[in-house]
């Protein structure tokens, strides 16, 4: 028999569950609308639903968005567009993710060229004058010459793509001098310092090497200040970044492309093999053409490639129109659009300009009213300080006059009481004169009695000196 737990227990199931059920907001039951750059993810569709993305305008934060097969017929890649939809929740694992499925197309913005589609399409046009290494002369070359192709794959930090190259390569491998290299394949700065580094150790090939991963970690590709730096290498430059639906700006620069890893590899085996089956059947022929009239084997080439040749002039000259027209083109649409820009600077500029005339008389007449109002209260501030000192002056006069009259007064209280100290004084010493008259009439007395006492006289004498010399100090 179970005991009962104090305590309520979950599974990890039931606590994604809880919290699933208690995110009930207006935007997960209510349509809302989204607006952002849509970009494709998968090519297929799953039960008539495409599963792709929207990315913010104004950074790479993408949600996933599920779009009916029929809506996504109208929609174009990497364009603006507002849509309308609700948000669905999904479980997965111990994450709750948010899709947006979308219910109608509502408008599509129009595309406007930004600084960086010019740096972009100027890249391109760079590499178009520069033209594209060929890979295939350059292994051909190499093997002749019985030298090794000095090879850079540039990896993620613990890539294991590294696996599927070596097996798409097999065999040849022993035609190349392979290096492995790694840094932070999502950081373009980081790649860029990788490719400065390998650039200075003369490989004849350089790739980015990747094995896929979510739509928004490919925008590192798409980065101008990369695309400098790999353009401007002098190897062979390919990409094998691990994706098939969109083409990346460094994809369009490099001399060649491969979708995966295993590509890339596999089609360096197969220009091998087919120089060493070349090889083989050119030793083969040439035992032949000895065996043959050489003269008319020899003709009968010059003719062939004088026809192959004659073809690829024409279909040079044909790729030479159609790039010619799409140049055209696409120069003709960005002038316009360029035209337009412009229209809209100066009209912008325009309106700034009238709204700031405004502005600067609207500040001048406020600027001239607060002057006004500063030069009356200096006005008023100057009489009211001359008000102030005035009064300050007569209170000064009012007061040293006060303080010279306490000054009569006390001089004349402090001669009263000196004068009826003294006579207090007077008085005092008066009686005691009397006092001292009498003792000597009485001393006088009693000498002519013959009762004489020295004692009494002598102390009368002393009275007499000290009262003298007191009444000589009042006065």
């Not at 799953?46 to 993305?53: I, K, M, P, Q, R």
């Not at 980015?208 to 400098?228: H, P, W």
């Not at 990346?248 to 596999?266: Q, S």
Request: glycine share 4%; net charge negative.
């Amino acid at each position: 028999m179970l005991e009962e737990t104090p305590y309520q227990i979950y599974s990890p199931t039931s606590v994604i569950g809880i919290f699933n059920n208690a995110l009930k907001l207006p935007v997960t039951v209510n349509l809302i609308y989204l607006k952002g750059r849509y970009s494709f993810g998968g090519g297929k569709a799953y039960v008539n639903y495409y599963y792709d993305f929207l990315f913010s305008e104004s950074d790479n934060v993408s949600i996933g968005v599920k779009m009916p097969g029929l809506l996504r017929s109208k929609i174009e890649n990497n364009e603006i567009y507002t849509l309308r939809g609700y948000i669905e929740k999904r479980l997965r694992n111990s994450s709750i993710d948010l899709v947006f499925v979308v219910d109608e197309i509502v408008s599509q913005e129009e595309k406007t060229v930004s600084e960086e589609d010019i740096q972009r399409f100027e890249l391109i046009q760079k590499k178009l004058e520069l033209g594209t290494k060929n890979l295939e002369t350059l292994i051909r070359s190499k093997i002749l010459n019985n030298e090794k192709i000095k090879i850079a794959n540039i990896y993620g930090h613990n890539a294991i793509v590294h696996r599927d190259f070596n097996e798409g390569l097999d065999v040849s491998q022993n035609q190349f001098d392979i290096q492995d290299f790694n840094c932070n394949i999502t950081s373009a700065t980081s790649i860029t310092a990788k490719l400065a580094e390998v650039a200075s150790q003369n490989f004849d090939l350089i790739a980015l090497v990747r094995g896929g991963g979510d739509q928004q970690s490919f925008e590192v590709f798409n980065d101008i200040a990369l695309a400098n730096a790999f353009i401007d290498l002098e190897a062979i430059t390919i990409t094998a970044i691990g994706h098939t639906v969109n083409e990346t700006l460094l994809d369009r620069l490099a001399d060649r492309r491969f979708h995966l890893p295993h590509d890339y590899g596999a089609s360096l085996h197969t220009i091998v093999n087919k120089l060493v089956e070349e090889k083989s059947n050119s030793r083969a022929i040439l035992i032949e053409e000895v065996k043959k009239d050489v003269t008319k084997q020899f003709s009968e080439q010059v003719k062939t490639l004088e026809e192959q040749l004659k073809k690829k002039n024409e279909e040079f000259v044909e790729a030479q129109k159609t790039f010619k027209q799409n140049v055209e083109e696409q120069t003709k649409s960005f002038n316009d659009q360029l035209k337009v820009r412009n229209e809209e600077v100066e009209k912008l500029k325009k309106d700034l300009s009238e709204k700031h005339g405004e502005q600067i008389k609207t500040l001048t007449e406020q600027l001239t009213k607060k002057n006004d109002e500063f030069l009356k209260l200096q006005e008023n501030n100057a009489k009211e300080l001359e008000n102030i000192h005035k009064n300050y002056q007569l209170q000064q006069a009012n007061r040293l006059k006060e303080i010279e009259e306490n000054k009569k007064e006390i001089a004349e209280l402090h001669d009263k009481n000196i004068a009826a100290a003294v006579n207090e004084k007077t008085a005092q010493l008066n009686a005691k004169l009397l006092n001292v008259e009498k003792d000597l009439e009485l001393a006088k007395s009693q000498s002519n009695k013959g009762n004489f006492n020295v004692w009494y006289f002598f102390i009368a004498l002393v009275i007499g000196l000290l009262l003298g010399f007191f009444f000589f100090k009042l006065l």
